[in-house]
């Protein structure tokens, strides 16, 4: 009878005793967010996806990601330029950065804005004529035409167009050619 009376009590809560409960959980939430925002920087919409696998009310998402917002832990246009900045250190193209930000939730307007402040064509032309350099370099074994073809490939799936390296691997054949005549 002891047993039974004491799990019925513990199941009964008062008001005071919810209002408790309900900051604890919101100070663990935040919390979460917190450590989850500390280890890089993140957007808005990376954020909101981690938190739905949360076991929390979708209202408490809601109010600790505008609170991450109104004491700037969490900002889309700072997040937008870091990441783009860490793309370009990469090597990565125009293409591929724009699909990573809109991977990330970043919103078109904002994408486009960061890019054309970030990435210019020169950038991108220094950028393909590296990569393509080295690429073109680790394929000293095979023939001229059959480079052509790999490197072509390669640059195609970092994002760039043809249009892009066209120029470069034509001077790269021609200095090949000139070489192989000396």
């Known amino acids: 009878a002891f047993l039974q009376a004491s799990q019925e009590a513990s199941w009964e809560i008062d008001a005071q005793q919810s209002r408790e409960i309900k900051a604890l959980v919101q100070t663990h939430v935040w919390s979460k967010l ?3 925002l500390a280890y890089r920087e993140r957007s808005v919409a990376e954020c909101k996806r981690w938190m739905h696998n949360l076991p929390c009310h979708p209202q408490l998402i809601t109010s600790c990601l505008e609170k991450a917002q109104e004491h ?3 900002n889309d246009e700072r997040f937008a330029e870091l990441f783009t900045q860490s793309l370009v250190e ?6 591929e950065i724009r699909q990573k930000l809109y991977e990330k939730g970043i919103e078109i307007w904002l994408v486009d804005r960061v890019i054309s402040d970030r990435i210019n064509a020169a950038t991108m032309k220094t950028m393909a004529e590296e990569l393509i350099l080295k690429k073109w370099n680790s394929l000293h074994m095979y023939p001229l035409q059959k480079r052509k073809e790999k490197v072509l490939q390669f640059i195609m799936r970092k994002g760039f167009t043809y249009d892009d390296v066209a120029e470069i691997i034509q001077t790269l054949i021609a200095t090949e050619k000139g070489q192989n005549y000396e």
């Open 90 to 95: 990469r090597k990565k193209s125009e293409r």
């Open 34 to 36: 917190l450590d989850y």
């Open 72 to 74: 700037n832990y969490l």
